[in-house]
């Protein structure tokens, strides 16, 4: 019941603060509090959670004669992507404070609604409701680009619309086959997962799931959606895309292709880990020659989301590990860095690296920040990214030594844009006559708090691995250690 | 009792703790107190789990888990190992190291108060880390304590910090012993990786397993790195030039117990070599190479200290070939028998050196048989253990063990042998050539009151130890697993020959030294022995040479104009304004357009910095790279794709368009098709 | 009445529905598009006496009522609208009224 | 009840359907269509279907067909319509006459598994009468809503006086 409430209490949250949305904060502090309720419902269940994988598991029959049942479970993975999701749901309010007047009791509404429909892809394990969930997401997200985005803001929504709807067609279309292969029709992830399918039907099924997850993680040739929609995002919505919405690509990957279709993926994963390898070589180059900082820290979105594709079609417990620990790391460092960009929006009206620079002189704390966070990009030891890169190297090494050497290069890559992000905006002179106010406590506070996230997940990544070992074995396909 | 091993080298950290990091001022007494008490505590605590394991308590490979890190996907535990290898090397470097310790309190007393706490801090650390590394089951504990050792060898041997020769020899120590480090990371690394498991056990138990190919390299590295520990034939120059320390430092750390950590390391994987031939055989000849032509320069020295420095060398070249002969047992009774009498040397020449003013001179020691009788007495007795006098030294029962082992090991053991028996000749003469000189009269008598309490025990116990400790040998074998070896009369006799004719030889060098200063002049020119030079000119000074180059030191004026350009914040047209290596590519136009368009105006990517020319290639190889590929990618082609795909959805409507004509008839004309084409699939499939 | 017989009757119902399909198609007045039309109709509706036959059922004539009242309706509005076309087009021929083109 | 005038009836039914739809003149379209009407009642009686049949005559031969004479009056049948008329058929028959033809193959073609034979016993019309007012009551209301519908739509269609209103 309480996975429920946790899907619903953003729900009804963004219904008051719709509502409420008179002059002055409140639809604010009514946002906060639902995503701080959130997390504390979320502590509670994990609390209070049996032993075993999973920490709770609700399922109640819906439509009995096709098989569908709101059937929910949590384990340690959802509950830490759970747990994102409302951290930076959080983090994206108080860093739309000043930047959002028109409307924002609406805005508030559609931020609460996106995260309440991550939450219920991250929670539901019947296919139909993790479809519905799946397209539920785009609705609140298109209007969050659309209404205040800067530039030509239509045109990025619909094409974020139209490329994660129409790839929502072929999660749906396999959904249905597969509840139709069973002898008697049903939507549950489990009992799907114990039917014998053959190799090439598991092939095809996976190809079907996997043209959703890939065009939500958006990996090359699949991205064409994500520069635009992240650049001509406001700030907070650029937050939750990159922290959250990516991540519900990567995590359907890492829940359902192993569980569902295990030989089809064990026959797919040397054209995935290829596809993630060409992707994240391919965005990381392009996010080199980018001049818009939004528009570089997109690509580079890109790039860590084909590492973590690299990850899961290795299927090995290394990589798989990395996979997961990459996926909430990047959360962090892409949030951070946009919240950091768009702040510095806010103050300059320019994202172009050549105009700015010169920010150590005159705002340590963004200076500071800035090098934090672009050393997570470039996945430097210590923080968060370089565990999971480095466990997803080391995976793919027991795979194939050819697409390891890849995947290295991709790292070399990253070690270019993260410099010229950081040469861009923090080295060099700044503009003679500009004065910049330094990060205020609204900006200051949630870049303290994933600056700490990154680095203790970094320092010690045992925390978190042992939170997502269960995950992680449910999802080892190879017969590799 | 045998939970007690983790805790033996845990009072020499605490030593070396409160001495270092302690902020409080301690008096004199009490630093020598404190650093005394916390070398020998560690000797106290191992006595009661050397008696529980020589009741039969510690079986080869028994284990004292020490902790575990879970490190998500493998767990490794570092663990102490209770076997008889850890028992006899660990008491041996337990004892040696109280006794000169306690020596030390005496010797070193005359330092000032910082540098007394700093030298007593640095032995027990040292203690500290050998111990880690004697006890070590666990590759991760070794590698920490093979690493602590060389940076106290480092450190102790530059232990006269205002003396330039101390400090850059005690550079060479530091980077030639790392240089081995380095070879033996990378075999313990890959190693650890065909065998999974960091434990010393669990290697050797997946070594069988391992095909021949990847055991070699491994094995091969090993042996360097502990070769080059333990100053053997390739990395030996460290060792003579190490003697710059002082005295108690030699006599611990450069005699007994740093120097053989190789050997150790050697013995305790045996099993590892024993199943690579061919590595063994390789150290073997470095081991007998090392044995004859230590002991061939020894004969030659002049100073006392470098002659103990080539004759440990020498005498850690037997232990190697013992070792590479597949007899490990019979190196680590030589091992501990050998740390007795040449610490017992150098102590006993230390003393005789500082009562005759400081010199270690072998001309200066003249006449100590009166003035030092003592000490005198000791370093005769420890000289003939170290030639191996028969029977009545301990010296004699462990070279015969290790020539015996020598004789017996396989088709070429008659000829190693032979060379093995002429490095034990020449050992007998060098030993006792410096018995001789100290032996005879020299016209100042007057002793200086020195000695005491302090160094007479270690003295006294040393003696004892190098001439009664012969008879353990034969235990010492059985005990570390090894088999005494059985061998006609014949080269038993020769082998007892053998020192005497070395001390008949030193007789003779001694009443003419001037052949001895022709032989010793010739050998130096020899090239081969003046392996000193030849580091020098092959390696060092080359290196030197490409560092001024790359440095470019004359390049800094260079920096200092293109600081100035960018202050004034002139925006050079990229390469070629400021920099020297620029002008040198044929000035401005030489520039390639692709850079400027790459960078597109903006500052160059590194304003280049004085003129560093491998630097720089790099710098224009990355923005040639940027230029030409990266920029390729800058306007993502599939990005544009899928909007040119998107696009001809336009074309497509147009001709969409043309077909509503919107007339009733056709609409309902492509209503009848419709029909028509379901009616004829549906015949043509379900009412057959 | 053999089934055979069921089948030639579903076979001139059939050929019924093609003509009146073949004249809607073909001509271009509306007044014959009408007719052709009615004649469509009238189709089905011996097909569905003739299976009330075979089968001896009532509904078979009780569907022949439903369609007579669809041909009744269809045809008031058809011809409504002919007439309402013919004074604003000022002409029958259904090529005309083609403001539906796209 | 013989099969034979059924088909015989059936297929001269055909024929004259045929015929009308081919008339460019359009009374001779609308006589032949009532042809048409007549030879299926025949057919109808030969099934067994009186009812169907009597009302047939009456009301699709008698009402419907006399509302299409009524409009077909206020249609000058001129020579030029008639050739303009016929001028438009030869145009444009050959492809509807090949649809027409696809839509019919499968019938002919399609060997259908209706087999043995059934008691076709005539159907009396108290049956019919029964089944309308009993389980069919619905579909008879459903049935007077379409002619509702229908009434609508002409009264909506035909107003004459109609002013063009904008367009909102």
Redesign the interface.
């Known amino acids: 019941m309480a996975l429920i409430a946790l899907i619903l209490l953003p729900a009804v949250g963004g219904l008051i603060a719709f509502f409420i949305a008179g002059q002055g904060e409140r639809e604010r502090w009514v946002a906060i509090a639902t995503f701080a309720l959130m997390l504390v419902l979320l502590v509670a269940i994990v609390a209070g959670a049996p032993e075993g994988r999973w920490y709770a598991q609700v399922s109640y029959p819906w439509v009995p004669s096709f098989g569908i049942s709101l059937d929910f479970a949590m384990d340690g993975l959802s509950a830490s992507l759970i747990a994102i999701s409302a951290g930076l749901g959080i983090i994206s309010v108080m860093a739309s404070w000043s930047e959002i007047r028109t409307q924002s009791g609406l805005f508030h509404a559609s931020l609460c609604w996106t995260v309440a429909a991550t939450i219920g892809v991250f929670l539901s394990f019947d296919l139909l409701i993790f479809a519905f969930f799946w397209e539920a997401m785009l609705v609140p997200a298109f209007t969050l680009i659309a209404v205040w985005g800067h530039g030509d803001r239509e045109g990025a929504a619909l094409k974020f619309l139209i490329f994660n709807a129409v790839a929502g067609f072929g999660l749906l279309a396999a959904a249905f086959a597969l509840a139709s292969m069973a002898d008697h029709m049903t939507f549950n992830a489990f009992e799907l997962a114990e039917m014998k399918l053959s190799t090439s039907v598991q092939v095809w099924m996976l190809l079907g799931f996997s043209l959703a997850f890939l065009v939500k993680l958006s990996v090359?040739?699949f991205?064409?959606w994500l520069?635009e929609a992240h650049t001509l995002a406001p700030t907070a919505g650029s937050i939750l895309l990159a922290g959250v919405l990516l991540k519900t690509g990567a995590y359907g990957l890492f829940r359902f292709a192993p569980m569902l279709f295990p030989q089809g993926l064990a026959a797919v994963s040397p054209y995935g880990i290829a596809l993630g390898a060409a992707g994240a070589l391919?965005g990381g180059?392009?996010a080199?020659?980018?001049n818009d900082a939004k528009r570089l820290v997109a690509?580079t979105s890109i790039a860590h989301m084909s590492i973590v594709l690299m990850g899961i079609a290795a299927g090995v417990?290394?990589a798989l590990?990395g996979a997961a620990v990459e996926m909430i790391a990047h959360s962090f460092s892409a949030s951070a860095l946009f919240l950091l960009i768009g702040a510095l929006y806010e103050r300059t009206h320019t994202r172009d690296l050549?105009q700015l620079g010169g920010l150590q002189q005159i705002a340590p704390r963004f200076a500071a920040a800035f090098a934090l966070f672009c050393s997570a990009l470039l996945a430097l030891p210590g923080t968060a990214n370089f565990v999971g890169e480095a466990l997803v190297v080391v995976g793919i090494f027991q795979v194939n030594w050819v697409f390891a050497l890849l995947a290295l290069s991709t790292l070399i890559v990253s070690v270019?844009y993260a410099t010229r992000l950081l040469?861009g905006l923090v080295f060099?002179?700044p503009r003679p006559n500009a004065p910049l106010a330094d990060l205020n406590w609204r900006e200051y506070w949630p870049v303290l708090v994933m600056s700490l996230a990154t680095l203790v997940i970094g320092l010690y990544?045992?925390s978190l691995?042992?939170l997502l070992?269960p995950a992680i074995k449910a999802a080892l396909v190879l017969p590799l250690p | 009792m045998a939970s007690l091993l983790p805790f033996v080298p845990v009072p020499a950290l605490i030593g070396f703790l409160v001495l270092s990091l302690m902020p409080v001022a301690l008096s004199r007494t009490v630093v020598i107190a404190l650093g005394v008490g916390a070398a020998v505590l560690p000797a106290i605590l191992f006595a009661p789990v050397a008696v529980s394991c020589l009741e039969g308590g510690c079986v080869a490979g028994a284990a004292v888990p020490i902790l575990s890190i879970?490190?998500?996907?493998f767990v490794a535990q570092i663990a102490m190992s209770l076997d008889p290898l850890s028992m006899v090397t660990g008491g041996t470097v337990a004892l040696v190291a109280a006794l000169v310790l306690i020596y030390s309190g005496a010797y070193m007393a005359s330092e000032p108060l910082p540098d007394l706490r700093r030298y007593f801090a640095l032995m027990n650390l040292f203690l500290a880390g050998m111990l880690a590394v004697v006890f070590a089951a666990d590759v991760i504990l070794l590698f920490l304590g093979w690493e602590t050792i060389g940076l106290c060898s480092f450190m102790l041997i530059a232990f006269y910090t205002k003396l330039p020769k101390a400090v850059s020899a005690g550079r060479k120590a530091l980077i030639t012993t790392r240089v081995a480090d380095a070879f033996l990371l990378a075999g313990l690394m890959m190693l650890f990786l065909s065998a999974g498991t960091t434990r010393l056990d669990g290697m050797l138990a997946a070594v069988p397993a391992m095909d021949p190919w990847r055991l070699a390299p491994i094995a091969g590295l090993i042996a360097l790195g502990a070769l080059g520990k333990s100053a053997q034939f390739p990395f030996h120059t460290w060792l003579p030039s190490a003697m710059a320390g002082p005295t108690p430092v030699s006599a611990l750390l450069h005699s007994a117990t740093m120097v053989a950590a190789g050997v150790i390391l050697l013995a305790r994987l045996a099993p590892l070599f024993a199943a690579a031939p061919e590595i063994s055989a390789m150290v073997a000849m470095l081991g007998i190479l090392t044995a004859a032509a230590g002991a061939l320069i020894a004969l030659i020295q002049t100073d006392v200290k470098k002659l103990l420095a080539f004759s440990t060398m020498s005498q850690i070249g037997f232990m190697v070939l013992a070792l590479g002969l597949g007899a490990p047992a019979v190196a680590l009774a030589h091992f501990a028998i050998h740390a007795a009498f040449k610490s017992l040397l150098f102590l006993s020449a230390g003393v005789m050196s500082h009562a005759s003013g400081g010199s270690t001179a072998i001309e200066a020691l003249r006449g100590a048989r009166y003035r030092q009788p003592w000490a005198f007495w000791s370093f005769a007795i420890g000289a003939a253990s170290l030639a191996g006098l028969p029977v009545i030294t301990a010296g004699w029962y462990s070279k015969e063990a290790v020539l015996a082992a020598v004789w017996s090991s396989g088709p070429c053991g008659v000829p190693l042998w032979l060379l093995a028996a002429t490095a034990a000749m020449l050992t007998g003469a060098y030993a006792f050539r410096v018995v001789f000189v100290a032996g005879s009269q020299s016209a100042d008598l007057a002793a200086p009151p020195w000695g005491g309490a302090a160094v007479m025990v270690p003295l006294g116990v040393l003696t004892f130890v190098a001439v009664v400790g012969g008879l353990s040998v034969g235990a010492l074998i059985g005990f570390t697993g090894g088999a005494p070896e059985h061998i006609p009369l014949l080269p038993t006799l020769l082998g007892a020959a053998a020192p005497i004719l070395g001390v008949v030889l030193a007789r003779q060098l001694v009443r003419h030294p001037r052949e001895l200063e022709r032989v010793a002049h010739r050998l130096r020119h020899v090239r081969a022995f003046r392996i000193e030079i030849l580091y020098y000119y092959y390696f060092v000074r080359r290196f030197r040479t490409i560092a001024t180059v790359l440095g470019n030191a004359d390049g800094t004026e260079a920096a200092a104009q293109a600081a100035a350009l960018r202050r004034e914040?002139i925006d050079a047209p990229g390469l070629a304004a400021d920099d020297p290596l620029g002008r040198a590519f044929g000035g401005e136009a030489a520039q390639p357009d692709f850079i400027a368009r790459a960078t597109d105006g903006?500052?160059p990517?590194v304003r280049l910095v004085s003129g560093d020319p491998v630097g720089r290639i790099l710098i224009v190889v990355a923005r040639v790279f940027?230029g030409s590929?990266?920029?390729r990618?800058?306007?993502?082609q599939?990005?544009r794709?899928?909007?040119g795909f998107a696009g001809s959805f336009g074309h497509a409507w147009e001709q969409?368009?043309?077909?509503?004509?919107?007339?009733?008839?056709d609409?309902?004309?492509w209503i009848?098709?419709g029909?028509?084409a379901l009616?004829?699939y549906?015949?043509g499939t379900s009412?057959? | 009445m053999t089934g055979s017989d069921l089948i030639g009757m579903m076979i001139l119902a059939a050929g019924l529905f093609a003509i009146g399909?073949f004249g809607?198609?073909a001509r271009?007045g509306i007044m014959f598009?009408l007719i052709a039309l009615e004649v469509a109709l009238s189709g089905p509706a011996l097909g569905f006496v003739a299976a009330g036959a075979y089968h001896a059922d009532p509904q078979g004539q009780g569907m022949f009522i439903l369609v007579l009242t669809l041909a009744a309706a269809e045809v008031a509005v058809g011809l409504a609208l002919f007439l309402r076309i013919r004074r604003t087009a000022g002409s029958d021929d259904?090529?005309i009224?083609?403001?539906?083109?796209? | 009840m013989s099969l034979l005038l059924a088909i015989y009836a059936g297929a001269f039914a055909l024929v004259s359907g045929a015929i009308a739809v081919t008339r460019p003149n359009a009374v001779h379209a609308l006589l032949y269509l009532v042809v048409l009407l007549l030879a299926l009642a025949v057919a109808f009686f030969a099934l067994g279907a009186a009812y169907a049949a009597v009302l047939l005559i009456m009301i699709y031969a008698g009402a419907i067909v006399v509302l299409f004479v009524f409009v077909v009056m206020t249609m000058p049948v001129s020579p030029e319509s008639v050739t303009r008329e016929r001028a438009s058929l030869r145009g444009?028959w050959p492809?509807?006459l090949l649809?027409?033809v696809?839509?019919l193959?499968?019938f002919v073609?399609?060997?259908?598994?209706v087999a043995g034979t059934s008691a076709a016993a005539p159907v009396s019309a108290q049956e019919v009468g029964r089944l309308l007012f009993g389980p069919w009551a619905l579909a008879i209301e459903l049935a007077s809503l379409l002619l509702l519908a229908g009434l609508i739509g002409v009264r909506h269609i035909g107003r004459s006086d109609r002013t063009p209103r904008s367009r909102p």
């Open positions: 090359p040739p991205h064409a520069p391919y180059l392009v080199c020659g980018q690509y417990h290394y590990a050549r270019i040469k060099g002179q990544p045992q691995l042992a070992e | 879970d490190v998500g996907v914040s903006q500052t990517v940027v590929f990266v920029a990618f800058s306007p993502d599939i990005d794709g899928w909007m969409a368009r043309r077909l509503q004509t919107g007339r009733v008839r609409h309902s004309l009848a098709l029909c028509a009616l004829l549906a015949w009412w057959r | 399909v809607v198609l271009r598009q259904s090529d009224i083609s403001g539906m083109k796209g | 444009a492809l509807p649809l027409s696809l839509i193959a499968p073609f399609g060997e259908f598994g």
